[in-house]
């Protein structure tokens, strides 16, 4: 017998969801055949089987998420079923041991409640991956166990007993708005991920963001504006090249990038990705749209691979056609900006002392202020304007 672990899967991919299973126990398997499908973070992998032998176990059902080395599944090999029965025994009274031991030794609830009344100050620990704080919570083994049956998490109650205490009257309110909003959803796959980032930028860079308009009257109506974007942006990183940078904040240094990897960002139904379009520069405009049509087609069929989703070097996020005119766009480490384009809309402006009609393109540019100025963010956003407001 032998246990399959979850192998690194690179990237600084930790975690993955079973998408879908492709054998099943009591199967025979040969070695490189697909057995699992998994939805990380950024796409979703196939994992070939490392040995020829029958699945006896199989670890998680769909929907689960599994960490880098947590068991998938046990094999059975020919030459070692003798040795498996054998050992089985053996595992499973040390495992029916240990779980007497757990049971003796444990504060769990299992089948009844604690009748003491004694107030424990514990430190409890959040049970959000995105929130590591350590809280005191005090309370008596059966509110404790009572939180338990009910699913709260005691160090998000608001205590009203006794110095600080829970009481059971707490829980139970906590529990009874619970039960009106729904159950809890946990975040999984891109979402789960973005969750995590969204919250490691926000303890980390110092953002600021500047809005301005640009003025794109001159434009013909067959303009392509996420073209036209990308090419101001990359007359933007040539005028002012400190936003096109990556930032240490180990080393309290940067990295002044010459190629322009592009970052853009995509909604889709799973959530947001950021495919990067490497050395954007090396595109025409035409084959540049043809290559962002077949990103979104491959980003909603998940068949984006990994290294297309990573080293980009500024980030472009023209949420326009959905909706908004400015925003507050998230600089995501190691990068230090991020422009964002609003919808276009029609605004009165003076021509020669003569009130016309002109269409306005909003513009937010957020930058991590620890290693870029003022100045600098200034100068490259009125540098896209001036690129912008050019008819070609």
């Known amino acids: 017998m032998s246990i399959f672990k979850l192998p690194d899967l690179g990237e600084g991919l930790l975690e993955a969801e079973i998408s879908e299973w492709n054998i099943a126990e009591g199967d025979t398997v040969e070695k490189d055949q697909i057995l699992i499908a998994l939805e990380t973070a950024k796409a979703i992998v196939d994992i070939p089987s490392p040995q020829a032998g029958q699945v006896i176990k199989l670890y998680g059902k769909e929907g689960d998420l599994i960490q880098t ?28 041991e240990n779980t007497i031991l757990k049971m003796k030794s444990s504060d769990t609830v299992v089948g009844s409640i604690p009748s003491s009344n004694k107030i424990i100050n514990e430190q409890a620990h959040s049970t959000s991956p995105l929130n590591k704080s350590i809280t005191s919570v005090k309370a008596t083994p059966a509110v404790r166990a009572l939180a338990h049956r009910l699913q709260v998490d005691l160090s998000i109650v608001t205590p009203s007993g006794p110095n600080g205490s829970v009481k059971v009257s707490d829980v139970e309110r906590v529990a009874k708005i619970f039960s009106k909003v729904g159950n809890l959803m946990p975040l999984k796959g891109v979402r789960r991920a973005m969750a995590i980032s969204m919250s490691k930028a926000y303890a980390e860079v110092v953002l600021v963001t500047i809005n301005e308009d640009a003025d794109i009257e001159c434009w013909d109506k067959e303009q392509d504006v996420t073209i036209r974007l990308i090419k101001a942006i990359i007359h933007a990183c ?38 990067v379009i490497k050395d954007v520069t090396s595109y025409a405009p035409n084959s540049l749209r043809e290559y962002i049509n077949q990103l979104k087609i491959a980003l909603n069929e998940r068949r984006v691979p990994p290294e297309q989703l990573r080293g980009h070097t500024f980030t472009l996020s023209n949420f326009g056609p959905i909706g908004g005119q400015y925003a507050n766009p998230i600089v995501i480490p190691p990068t230090v900006a991020i422009l964002g384009a609003g919808s276009i809309r029609d605004e009165i402006v003076s021509v020669k002392r003569q009130a016309e009609f002109h269409r306005k393109l909003p513009l937010s540019l957020s930058f991590d202020h620890r290693t870029v100025t003022g100045g600098e963010a200034g100068r490259f956003l009125m540098a896209v304007i001036d690129d912008l407001q050019n008819a070609n």
């Open 69 to 96: 080395g947590d068991p998938l599944l046990e094999f059975e090999t020919e030459d070692q079923s003798q040795h498996q029965s054998e050992s089985t025994d053996s595992e499973n009274k040390n495992t029916a």
């Open 238 to 275: 040539e005028k002012e090249p400190s936003l096109n940078a990556w930032y240490d904040s180990h080393s309290m240094g940067r990295r002044l990038i010459k190629d322009i990897h592009l970052g853009i960002a995509v909604d889709t139904k799973e959530g947001l990705f950021v495919p």
